[in-house]
């Protein structure tokens, strides 16, 4: 055997053992976690500036998630007559520009900061991502050219969910995951319900100043709960490396760690769902004001009230129907079901002009919200413990990426049939009586009374769904267990002892 044959199978050895001795680690925290020893050792939890000696637990993400969007949830209405003013009839071009940029940004850094979470730890992560998202808010009334600037370049850390789900990864068992998933989500929903509606009071009654005012102090709350009051959830155990160790570029490059999750053909085909599914969703959101108000007729508090009771459906989609789902039946059937109703939601969007219907496509897409979180679960479930941060921030980063291009693809859409000038005057759009149908009048003369398609961007949407439900049809079943089986007998034995691996590759040399 020559020197270099030596050297290789050195270096094999030892990644070898590098491998054997992160696998026992975690099997070792597996047993840990169910261990009723491990409330005496809740101290190793501790980290940052602020120490904390409580237990993580599901609600310290609820809480995060709710600060944090309730705070933007209040500039709901004001961001919207900020951008009129600022920008005049380019608001909507602004907000694409502005939104795609924030959401290539995300694209590119979520799956980095999981990355990164898996090796530090996600709650100096939860810090980053509150401070870095929520620090244009205060600029809002002081200079709205400073905000939208700072808005578009926050996508750099607008990945909260990722590391929220990464923390909620840690602490629960795999049967458990998709309710508290749906938990998570359907929080995120809860913000949603009054917020956008109690920012919209309080502009109209004290002004801008206040509800900024007020959001800046809610993402401040945020903050310091994180500080004080969550602990870590990823113990020193399961991390790869300490804080005094060298990082590799592939550790935390983020296109390597795309790379490295996407070579799982399971968690491709999932983010190509996720990519299918939310580009619609985030034009819908994006857009969904503005065409009930100029298009269908509804007033500023009908579409309040709208907001806050999809929302409402949304809180028990995504508690009490995924809850159910996922005991009765599997990840794969949540999933679909929640597709099936997010196709007809936007073929509703699309075709109807009624407010029954309107109010109907709200409901199903109350109900469709649960195919996020059943997502997010079966990538979990497909990821071992020291990935749950790649993988997570692998699928937020799609997101991100759907939340830039949606905005885009919706606004050229109704560039192309010629409504965004209808969208643009808003203000002139004559109210139609709630007793009315809406498709009794001619909006500005671009929308004829008996337009088939008042709604050209959510038929695209649906068609993209329903390519989605393809993907899934065709989905395997089973997941890669034995594969995972496989990497595990490599490595230690059932009672977590190492097997002789270096003496295996010797006697192959």
Known sequence: MNSVDKENTHEMLEECETETRMTVKRKSYRRRKSDSRSEDRRSERGSGIFRTTAKPAVYHAVVVIFLEFFAWGLLTFPLLEVLKTTFGPHTFLINGLVQGIKGLLSFLSAPLLGALSDVWGRRMFLVLTVVCTCIPIPLMSISPWWFFALLSISGVCACTFSIVFAYVADITDEEDRSSAYGLVSATFAASLVISPMVGAKIKETYG????????????????????????????????????????SWDRVDPLSSLRQALSDSTNMILCLCVFLTYIPDAGQVSFLFLYLKAIIGFTEEKVALFIAICGVMSILSQTVLLTTLQQTSTKLTSIMIGLAFQSLNLFLFAFGKSDTIMWTAGAFYAISTITFPAITSLVSSNADEDKQGVVQGMVTGVRGLCTGLGPAIFGIIFTLFGIDDVLNDVEKVPVVPDSANASDVSVSGEIPNDSILPGPPFLFGGCSVILAIIFVALFPTERKAGERGERSRSGPTEDGDPVEISSLLKQNV
């Open 208 to 247: 801008l100043d206040v509800v900024v005012t007020m959001a800046s102090g809610i993402a401040l709350m945020d903050v310091i709960f994180i500080l004080l009051a969550v602990p870590e959830s990823l113990p020193e155990i399961v991390r790869p490396a300490g804080w005094n160790a060298n990082l």
